[in-house]
């Protein structure tokens, strides 16, 4: 084979992946797929482990090893040949799963396997059970006009939700407002105005340019001295795609949104939940809906009252000012005003005491302190560039148990952010043993001359974040891939080791490993972390219930969804405000129309899965502040019952094992500065 995406013994060959390569690689593993899992169905008579499961994952496992280097080149490396080749593919390799999960010969020999007395470990149990779980949610198991109806709503909303994303992109767009005197812009920063001059420039005009991207509209939002300016990019922002605002109404996705609520209610019946709320349920950590409404709501009553405390203050830093209406458009406005004068911190004053060159041996050295793992760089790793760095973690032992590239600085053609993602997944079987491998991706500076590249605080927090994803990915412990590191973990809970390791930035003893002035080495002054740490918490009472008031919007819309009633977005998203919200936006507001997080993304009757892995996050770091942020029983504790054990038990049942009862959610008020 010549083809570098289908050599599959060793790390991905990089260097020599050409767009061209791609579609004839995916063509023909899952052409190879559908061949031999056919043959599989026809040659075993009696399925067991070895010669059932194992086959299959091997070959989910080739699939995975060739796709996760184009979809990751795609995100760091993108070129239109390889955006069309990687775009070209998607399609197919939806196909294929949808396929799959459909596959009633499939489901029936798994069907057959997990009611087979043979002898299975937990987690091969555990991965039947998710196995049959994945396949009733696709409808394998409905009769022949139900599955019909199944998969021409599954169809059907896969449309209508890209149809609400091109809306809302295709309204985002068709917004800009054009400036001839930079005077009109007066306080935006200088990144912002750059940002608008460069918007200008690209469509041909001179002067500046806003639209309702967020990197535009936010810093309009938060500085821009102009009220009418506020006020009208509030309102273009808040009514996109919608009934309401300067919108083009051939974008309006009202009608969408009323048919995606009820046909996900239709498919969840279908599959004999009540609603599709519970439906969602059936794959997180969350027992109940009552559960998840009871969280939210509690969560709010606790928060609330600050939340008016921190708005009554807020309403008087403007008034003031002059300004004793505070609207929905003066918020941001004069919360920044007030943090300013308040803490008067910013995060150019903390950036030379997080050189690149500090925080990232800092950081190794933080976690082998917790979890007694060690880090050693490996050279001559064929890599997608030059700033690339490969890494080689082992156990305390000295054996090998992972290996990760490291991808620091922003450039052209890397999409923002940062993230973490698999390269290669733990997959131990009764003849071989592969190893996870991660990619775990920043966008920080790059250095300057001789001068090291300077983090701010936001991303050495942002490091940590991803960093906690690779090693539930890297520090797993588990040998079936379904269920190895972050595979096969309950959504609402995934983001608890992510979480989890930001805590570490917010304390003095850890923050000392990492950090020191890039000339001198001398620590953060202690004058300077008092002050990060009060911003830290700034209006955050408000920031609460602002992610609640969302969260239970998303959560009842679904739940209570009846067909007799139609969609009543509105009417719940009124009583959800009356309930929880502290600033009441006017009438014409439309942000629902807007919310793709639960409209097109994953998160329907899921967004609460946000605050629901913070209180997981926050109250498994309280062990660690009981019992000293460095202590090594717990540390390990946490490694043995958490990082290492990924989706083999239900994150429930791990949590109280590291924790000794159930979560409560003490630790993340506290943490966030909330007196309840
Ligand atoms: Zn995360």
Request: hydrophobic share 40%; proline share 5%.
């Amino acid at each position: 084979m010549t083809n570098p995406l289908l050599h599959l013994e060793d790390l991905p060959a990089f260097s020599r992946i050409t767009p061209a390569h791609v579609e004839p690689a995916i063509d023909h593993l899952l052409a190879e797929n559908r061949r031999r899992i056919g043959e599989l169905l026809e040659s075993v008579q009696e399925p067991t482990w070895e010669n059932f499961i194992e086959p299959l994952d091997a070959w989910d496992d080739e699939l995975e090893r060739a796709w996760s280097p184009v979809s990751h080149m795609n995100s760091v490396v993108n070129s239109e040949e390889l955006r069309a080749a990687y775009n070209a593919c998607l399609p197919k390799l939806s196909d294929y799963a949808t396929e799959m999960g459909q596959n009633e010969a499939l489901y029936a020999m798994y069907k057959r396997l997990a009611e087979s007395d043979q002898p299975f470990d937990d987690g091969q149990r555990k991965v039947l059970e998710n196995a049959l779980r994945d396949f009733h949610l696709s409808g394998v198991d409905l009769p022949a006009d139900k599955k019909a109806r199944y998969k021409e709503i599954s169809q059907q909303l896969s449309q209508l939700t890209s149809t609400f994303s091109e809306n809302l992109l295709d309204a985002t767009n068709a917004w800009s407002k054009h400036f001839d005197a930079v005077t009109a812009l007066a306080g935006l920063p200088q990144s912002a105005l750059d940002l608008a001059a460069q918007t200008a420039q690209q469509r041909g005009e001179q002067g500046w340019m806003l639209t309702l991207d967020f990197p535009s509209f936010h810093p309009v939002m938060t500085y821009a001295e102009d009220r009418a300016l506020r006020r009208e990019m509030y309102e273009a922002y808040n009514t996109r795609a919608s009934d309401q605002g300067p919108h083009d109404r051939k974008y309006d996705n009202s009608e969408l949104m009323d048919r995606i609520l009820a046909l996900r209610h239709e498919q969840a019946q279908l599959l004999g939940f009540t609603n599709y709320a519970e439906r969602s349920l059936a794959k997180k950590m969350a027992r109940s809906s009552d559960e998840v409404m009871h969280f939210l709501t509690d969560l709010a009553k606790r928060s609330r009252p600050q939340a008016e405390r921190e708005l009554a203050e807020l309403r008087a830093f403007a008034a003031d000012l002059g300004h004793d209406d505070l609207q929905p458009w003066d918020v941001a406005y004069y919360a920044e005003k007030l943090r300013q004068q308040r803490y008067n911190i910013s995060q150019e004053e903390v950036k030379p005491y997080f050189p690149e060159t500090r925080v990232v041996p800092g950081m190794f050295e933080v976690m082998s302190r917790l979890f007694g793992v060690s880090f050693h760089e490996v050279e001559g790793v064929d890599a997608w560039h030059p700033d690339v760095k490969f890494y080689e973690v082992r156990d305390r032992d000295g054996h090998e148990m992972a290996q990760f590239y490291f991808d620091l600085y922003a450039r052209p053609n890397k999409r923002g952010g940062a993230w973490m993602d698999t390269c290669q997944s733990r997959r131990v079987t009764h003849e071989s043993c592969q190893l996870p491998v991660a990619y775990m991706t920043c966008n920080f500076t790059p250095p300057v001359g001789d001068k090291p590249a300077l983090l701010t605080h936001d991303e050495v927090e942002t490091l940590f974040h991803e960093f906690g994803h690779g090693l539930h990915h890297m520090l797993t412990r588990v040998d079936y891939p379904a269920i190895a590191g972050i595979n096969g973990v309950a959504w609402d809970a995934v983001e608890l080791p992510s979480q989890f390791m930001e805590n570490f930035c917010w304390e003095r003893e850890a923050l000392n490993h990492f950090s020191g002035h890039y000339e001198t080495g001398e620590p953060i002054p202690d004058e300077m972390f008092e002050r990060m740490l009060a911003a830290k918490n700034f209006q955050s009472a408000m920031m609460m219930v602002r992610q609640l008031e969302f969260s239970l919007f998303d959560f009842r819309i679904h739940r209570e969804y009846e067909p007799s009633r139609g969609a009543r977005i509105y009417e719940i998203l009124n009583e959800v405000r009356e309930q929880v919200a502290v600033i009441m936006p006017p009438a014409w507001n439309r942000f629902a129309h807007g919310f793709s997080h639960i409209f097109a993304g994953g998160y329907a009757a899921g967004y609460y899965s946000y605050k629901w892995a913070e209180v997981l996050s926050a109250d498994a770091f309280s062990l660690f502040e009981e019992n000293g942020v460095f202590d090594a029983t717990t540390g390990q504790s946490f490694l043995d019952n958490i990082l290492s054990k990924g989706g083999s038990r239900d994150a429930a049942e791990l949590f109280r094992a590291f924790r000794g009862r159930d979560p409560e959610i003490d630790a993340l008020l506290r943490h966030t500065g909330i007196a309840a």
